[in-house]
């Protein structure tokens, strides 16, 4: 009986031997997963998509690294300062970088309206590519507002840097913000887009690259740019609010896995009252194309706070 209770146990020589290989096999499967669990890159931030406040259109986005540092870029309009400052109040009322792509008012009008009354909220530096008098004045009904902007910033006392080459790299924390594009005074069909500050975002875990509203001519020239590669990213935000930004020769040259979208509700259904695409813009016509690439994830400021991590 003793004997027959060992082979309910353990069962004969060749059984046992293939248990244990058995085990080896769980083993080494557990082990691997583990390790794979364990070897995943950490993310260093998250990025908020800031949704407007007046379903305007804007560019908003604030960043938080794991050490507690925060970034801005752009901040969108001025009717979005408030909302802005309590977002910005409640992650320590300090921004340690704040980029600006262009100065459009729907970029910069919520930083102008802060600069004249910044409160408790500190801004540590500013990195923008300053337009040149010839280039804001390229546009007229956008001149007499950059300039008081610019009047705004050097009055401010906070160190702003006019970034002039690319390729420059700032580091916070673990996260790498690269410049791959600046101003183009050369470029005098839509001037002030054509010169948006293009930046790429990344940590060990995902990589992100921020067009601002960079037109197609602007878009065409980093294709031929040695910045090529750095466009390839997992998030991309969609040019000039997703409509007559980038080109589609550009959307469909680079790789990317999910887009924001910082854009109103009306831009994005091309719709002032009339029903969905019965305006003049050209989103649906990216969404689709973006649709045609196979992109299922898509960030849409109209919809709500998006935040990536």
Partial sequence: MGMSMFYVFFGNNNSNKSVMKSCRLIFVILFIGIQSVYSKPKSNFVVWQLPSQTDNIGNSYVFLMNDGKVVVMDGGVKEEALYL?????????????????????????????????????????????????????????????????????????????????????????????????????????????????????????????FLGDCGSEESERLLSSPFRKDLDCDYLQMAHHGQQGASKHFYRTIKFKACLWPTPTWVYNNDIGKGFNTHILKTVEIRNLIDSLGIKTNYVSCKGLCKVE
């Fill in 85 to 209: 400052r309590g977002f910005l109040a409640v992650l320590g009322n300090k921004v340690d970088l704040w980029f600006i792509s262009h100065p459009h008012a729907d970029h910069v009008g919520a930083l102008a309206e802060i600069l004249k009354n910044p409160k408790d909220l500190k801004i540590e530096k500013i990195y923008h590519s300053e337009f040149s008098p010839q280039l804001y004045a390229a546009e007229s009904g956008s001149k007499e507002g950059v300039e008081k902007f610019y009047e705004l910033l050097k009055k401010s006392g906070i160190p702003v840097e006019d970034v002039k080459t690319p390729g420059m790299v700032v580091k916070i924390d673990q996260t790498s913000f690269k410049i791959l594009g600046l101003k183009n005074e050369d470029l005098t069909m839509n001037p002030y887009n054509n010169s948006s500050m293009i930046i790429r975002v990344w940590d060990d875990s995902k990589s992100m690259v």
